[in-house]
């Protein structure tokens, strides 16, 4: 049975004939080359992920940056030559899923189909009667179990950030839509989220973005604390679902997607104790293999300490 059709508050870009000028041009040509690379088999693709991570790792980007801070204060533990690893492998898996993520638009239902394997299925039984949130920790696959669901008639509500290249941010949703969904925009608030979840669509929660402090409780993260989401149980409540963890991965020999849903979460209300749960979860997930995980977000940037955000660079007199 396929959920109701929710209101159009849901974010939903159209293609403008603008997007044909020469202002976008060089963004075709991207994306026409990131089509053709991304046509080329997987062993090729590490293989370029290999020689690029080592070039990445080596720049003063920001994304670079951050992941050494993240690395730093969560596994302060390690050595820096542990965590340097850890942030080539996570540079290496980026590359690759990258180079073939394009193939996701390009090919079919069942293509994807043959290169997804999933865990736990179950745990959306009856899913049409019982409305469920996935809690959906930001690893790079993260985009790949909302299309494979809803490729088998499971379609997602999720929130997105609207990107400033407005081409790319409509190529971006056309292909997280492709077979079914809706995408909430943050600016609109949680409203449309809360509709389409009651509607029989399946919410997207990413537990671990930092909002601020205005909406986060400060609990144990690996070695640190971090700004954790607060109010899911009441989403859930008001939603009127379970909350089942799904956990998605890349492996990048094969360069197909592995996914694992679990036993739904029991939030008691205790907005500390939940945003703790939370966070074990994702804990749990990622030291299996801490390459998958995004460390490049600014996942720490909201502190308890009052010190300000870690990702500021000191300044050289």
């Keep these: 049975m396929s959920p109701a059709p929710i209101d159009q508050q849901t974010y939903n870009p159209t293609f403008s004939w603008r997007y044909l000028t020469p202002k976008y041009w060089g963004t075709w040509i ?4 990131g089509a053709l690379f991304s046509l080329l088999p997987p062993v ?8 690029l991570s080592r070039a990445v790792s080596l720049s003063k980007s920001g994304s670079v940056h951050r992941t050494r801070v993240n690395l730093s204060l969560c596994f302060p533990e390690k ?21 073939r993520f394009p193939l996701i638009s390009l090919r079919s239902k069942k293509w994807l189909n043959n290169r997804v394997t999933i865990h736990g299925l179950n745990h959306l039984e009856n899913s049409s009667q019982n409305n469920t949130i996935l809690l959906v920790p930001h690893t790079w696959s993260i985009d790949v179990p909302a299309i494979y669901l809803a490729s088998h008639g499971l379609p997602v509500a999720a929130f997105a950030k609207k990107q400033k290249n407005s081409l790319l941010d409509w190529l971006m949703h056309r292909q997280r839509v492709q077979y079914g969904g809706a995408v909430c925009e943050r600016n609109q608030g949680i409203k449309p989220f809360i509709k389409a979840v009651r509607s029989g669509y399946l919410g997207y929660y990413l537990p671990d973005e930092d909002l601020g402090e205005k909406h986060s409780v400060f609990v144990d993260f690996f070695g640190t604390t971090k700004a954790t989401m607060s109010g899911l149980y009441k989403l859930a409540k008001v939603s009127q679902a379970k909350i089942v963890p799904l956990y998605a991965t890349f492996n990048i020999d094969s360069g197909n997607y592995e996914m694992e849903l679990f036993e739904p979460i029991i939030l008691t209300g205790d907005e500390s104790d ?20 995004m460390w490049i977000l600014p996942l720490l940037k909201t502190r308890s300490d009052n010190m300000g955000s870690p990702y500021r660079k000191p300044s050289h007199t």
């Design 30 to 33: 991207v994306v026409f080359l």
């Design 274 to 293: 939940d945003a703790r749960l939370l966070n074990i979860f994702i804990e749990q997930q990622v030291l299996k293999n801490p390459e998958q995980y």
């Design 79 to 99: 050595s820096q030559s542990e965590r340097e690893f850890i942030l080539r492998k996570q540079f290496c898996i980026a590359i690759s899923y990258l180079l």
């Design 44 to 51: 090729i693709h590490k293989f370029m992920a290999l020689g």
